[in-house]
């Protein structure tokens, strides 16, 4: 039998995948919610009613609250999810259909990015609000930085997801948002942690994309961006490794 | 096996799974051919859903050799021909019925239109329904439709019929029956012994990790050629055990069932013993009586040969 008439088109299989991930979650907003209004909620709190109206301020908590908000979707959201999904057997049947294994991380990272984009969304409305005036080149750069951050956060949630059951994962997923946000200094600059936990940052793909967005809003220097963007392709290597092993692990 | 046409779909030798130093299978020599229906059965434990897992690439076998349609289980080639319903297996919660089946159709080249999944396993009513809002046996009707939706030349289902009402699972059968007819092979591990009964060809026992009998329902039945016997007494059940013929003896509710294989014996010996007997009736072995006798002399000759 030949190999076109037994195996569907892959592309297909990809987008009709990453489809019905968007809809499912889509249609539990009682879980996509909290994940995606968090971190509008704090910046609302931080920049806008703490803030005193200082467009600096506002600005710098924009850049690190983006890199926040892709956390939420990618962790709860995809890493608790496919604990769920492994434990109650959907998994081990799509593994025994011919799906291409690539489709179900694909399809995951782009629900990731969906529900990302519209917490961007509500954080970029609220800084404008809260006074933050960019250049276009600029704000091109900032979502760049800040779609970048999907990735080996939906990578990490996957990992974790693949080795842990629903429980054990939201428990991880909980203890990696907190250290991703405050060791990563995604809430305030990691000069005001002791300097033992300082050093942990840079192992953080958080701290990177952080200082990344800093530059691209124009308050750290540039000139210092392969020091951040080398770590973070390291770490994102890592985490597809993390993944994709996580995705092995389950042939038994 | 019906037909002199029938092919080769999936082949165990010498195949055998174990964790750390528990077999749970050994030395599982078995092929599957086109065309036949071939039920699974055996006590919980003996390692049906171990058996299922190897031929579908599922699990992998420690040693010994598996393939399917000629190539190793886990090739995407092998699964595309394939439709499997494992036994436990959750749904995507928030799509509805026909979302699910659309879904996992797209894998597979050789798709049936979803309406046509739905009509045959009984589901056009729920098509819409949420999955989430779905009853047990409803539940089992998807993840049926789930391993049909692909046209598969080979249909594995792990025990599909619970939580089924008797309507549901003659429909079912019919189903299966059609798809073994049109010469899909189909794996069927099962404890209920009516759907075996019902639906197999051929009919493979498995008891602690290695196939015991392997031949047509009428074979597997003519192995023990065994007959039962119910009667009621107030007598103790050991007493009737120790009767000529006697070869099994279990309470069942107010009655004692007694396997012989000399039943005329029995019957004299169980007047003498109590000649207020009452209730009694004879009959042959049913499927169940044979597959209770084959895996209880499987352990006996075993325990003797260990001892």
Known sequence: MMTATLIAPAPAVYARESWAEIVKSARMPQFIIPTIALPPAFYALFALAMGQGSAEAATRTLATFGVFAVMGPALFGFGANIAAERESGQLELKRLSPMPAGAQIAAKVAATAVFSMVAFALLYAL???????????????????????????????LGIGYRLGQKGAIAVVNIVFLAMAVLGGLWMPIAVLPEAMQAIAWALPSYHLGEMALMAVGQREAANLWLHAGPLALITLAAALFAWSGERRQAR | MTSSASLIIAMLEGAGKAYGAHRVLDGIDFTLESGAVTALLGPNGAGKSTFAGLLTGRLRANSGRVSLFGRDPSDRLARARMGVMLQAGGLPETLTVAEAVDLH??????????????????????????????????TRKVQFALAICGSPDLLVLDE????????????????????????????????????????????????????????????????????????????????????????????????????????????????????????FEVAGASLEDALANLVNTNRTTALKEAA
């Open chain 2, 160 to 279: 599909p019929t619970t939580g089924f009402d008797p309507d549901a699972r003659r429909a079912m059968w019919d189903v299966v029956r059609a798809k073994a007819d049109s010469g899909a092979a189909v794996l069927l591990a099962t404890h209920h012994m009516d759907e075996a009964e019902a639906l197999a060809d051929r009919i493979v026992v498995i008891a602690d990790g290695r196939i015991i009998a392997d031949g047509p329902p009428a074979a597997i039945k003519a192995e023990v050629a065994a007959t039962a016997i119910r009667l009621r007494t107030r007598l103790a059940g050991e007493l009737f055990h120790a009767l000529p013929g006697v070869v099994r003896a279990d309470t069942v509710g107010a009655d004692l069932s007694l396997l012989t294989i000399a039943p005329r014996l029995t019957l004299e010996a169980a007047f003498a013993l109590d000649p207020a007997l009452a209730h």
């Open chain 2, 105 to 138: 159709a797209g894998y597979f080249a050789r798709r049936q239109p979803t309406p046509a999944v739905l009509e045959q396993a009984g589901l056009t009513a729920l098509a819409g329904r949420r999955c989430d809002r779905l009853s047990g046996g409803e």
């Open chain 1, 127 to 157: 800084g404008i609000v809260a006074g933050v005036r960019l250049a276009a080149s600029q704000w091109v750069m900032l979502v760049g930085v800040h779609t970048l951050a999907i990735l080996p956060f939906a990578l990490i949630g």
